[in-house]
């Protein structure tokens, strides 16, 4: 018998989980490793009005695998990171702007670490227009291309860079900006991941600049169809927020993005990372 009752949000991405409470995430292990199950199956799962606070958000996702604290000290329980535009809350909040297009988190890692394996984010304020999460899923991506296109994909390396993710949405920044942005090193990936599992995805988003070997305008234009294709209207499921809201996605085989929302808006997230332990290859 399934520890999870799932009610699909698309055929392609996304499921809700009804049902379960806070308070059984946080304690049983069994629940956590069908938690993981339907992860892989659905790539996104929604649990609607959870009510997570942030020590049992952190107590869950650390049953789904190694929590990430590299970044705290944003928020007063380690672990948890806030997303929100409000500098006050969150001083690196600039670069958040970049979450308004399509990506897979941990491209461009500063250290050799992997791409995360799962983010959880639970919603504290939402947005009075705009906010919502969407997602796209980057395995059905890979399966939808043609025999030919997977064998021609498969060979291409992409160099993936701070810089090419920070510029759609700076697109002339001040010398100083630029510099920052530089002293992130580079990353080369291949187009076409091959996961532990034996599945395939595509390694796409706002952090691929160019790909490896091609002219510049050409590559891009590449990466841009096949992105436009992964993420058409019909393949996406977008997330409009409630408070108490809990979202776990799939960061190795989900593309996803915020829709835009005002600088001024309350929203605020509280993000949890869950370690990856696979490299893209």
Not at 130 to 139: C, L, P, R
Request: glycine fraction near 6%; include cysteine; aromatic fraction near 6%.
């Amino acid at each position: 018998m399934s520890l999870l009752t799932l009610n699909k949000l698309t055929s392609s991405v996304g499921a809700e989980v009804v049902g379960v409470d806070a308070g059984r995430l946080v304690a049983d292990d069994a629940l956590a490793a069908a938690v993981l199950d339907a992860l892989e199956d659905n790539g996104v799962l929604v649990f609607p009005g959870l009510h997570l606070d942030p020590d049992e958000q952190v107590a869950f996702s650390r049953r789904l695998g190694a929590v990430d604290h590299s970044s705290d000290g944003h928020h007063p329980v380690a672990g948890i990171y806030p997303i929100t535009l409000d500098t006050s809350k969150n001083a690196s909040a600039a670069y958040l702007r970049a979450t308004f297009d399509w990506h897979i988190d941990g491209c461009t890692p500063i250290e050799d670490t992997y791409p995360q394996k799962a983010t959880v984010l639970s919603a504290v304020a939402v947005a009075a227009s705009g906010g919502e999460t969407e997602f796209a899923n980057s395995y059905d991506a890979y399966d939808e291309l043609s025999a030919v296109e997977q064998e021609r994909y498969g060979q291409m390396r992409v160099v993936h860079s701070l810089e090419a993710s920070q510029r759609r949405v700076t697109p002339d920044p001040s010398p100083e900006q630029l510099a920052v942005w530089r002293s992130r090193r580079t990353h080369e990936h291949p187009l076409v991941w091959t996961h532990l599992s034996g599945r395939r995805s595509l390694v796409l988003g706002a952090s691929a600049d160019h790909i490896v070997g091609m002219d510049r305008d050409e590559g891009r234009a590449l990466l841009a169809e096949l992105l436009e294709r992964a993420t058409v209207a019909e393949k996406v499921y977008s997330h409009t927020w409630s408070v108490g809201d809990t979202v776990i996605w799939d960061n190795r085989g989900v593309l996803h993005r915020a829709a835009p929302y005002a600088a001024d808006s309350p929203r605020e997230m509280l993000r949890t990372t869950v370690l990856g332990d696979e490299p893209i290859q």
